[in-house]
């Protein structure tokens, strides 16, 4: 096993150990990072999604998967209202980059990740104060591993 000595302040220390790093359930803006098509074994189509979640000075990564079945329409159309597209019209999933909005993330049962439970409108995110308008720190697609 590798002997690990991280550099941390005792104000690091304090700072993290208080606030777990923002990674709590609720109300986040976020960023769309990176876009990909995938395929599950059972041949159902989908778009894996990278977010950067923003809360204030608090940015971190989170994943979902939009499957493209009928079971999945509700999280397909919550999610295009989301960022101000028309589930209806032909979508090129290329153009979601940088695409920002609002959305509540939870753990599900079972797993120790945040991942989203639902995707909000923006008339929603001005209704809970979640500022749609942030932006992420710069990022590079390529360090997201799928």
């Given at each position: 096993m590798a002997k690990i000595n991280m550099d941390i302040t005792s104000e690091e220390?304090?700072?993290?150990?208080?606030?777990?790093?923002g990674f709590e359930p609720g109300d986040y803006s976020f960023q769309i990072v990176k876009v990909k098509d995938t395929k599950a074994p059972s041949g159902n189509e989908g778009i894996n999604i990278t977010f950067k979640a923003i809360s204030g000075t608090v940015q971190f990564t989170v994943f979902d998967t939009i499957w493209?079945?009928?079971a999945a329409k509700w999280k397909y159309v919550q999610f295009c209202h989301g960022v101000g597209l028309d589930p209806k019209s032909e979508l090129d999933s290329d153009?979601?980059?940088g695409m920002k909005g609002g959305f509540e993330l939870h753990v599900k049962p079972g797993k120790s990740f945040l991942t989203p439970k639902?995707?909000?409108t923006p008339d929603v995110c001005a209704e809970l104060?979640?500022?749609i308008t942030a932006e992420a720190d710069s990022f590079d697609a390529d360090d997201v591993p799928f």
């Open positions: 220390e304090a700072k993290h150990a208080e606030t777990k790093g493209l079945t009928a153009d979601w980059f639902r995707y909000y104060d979640i500022d």
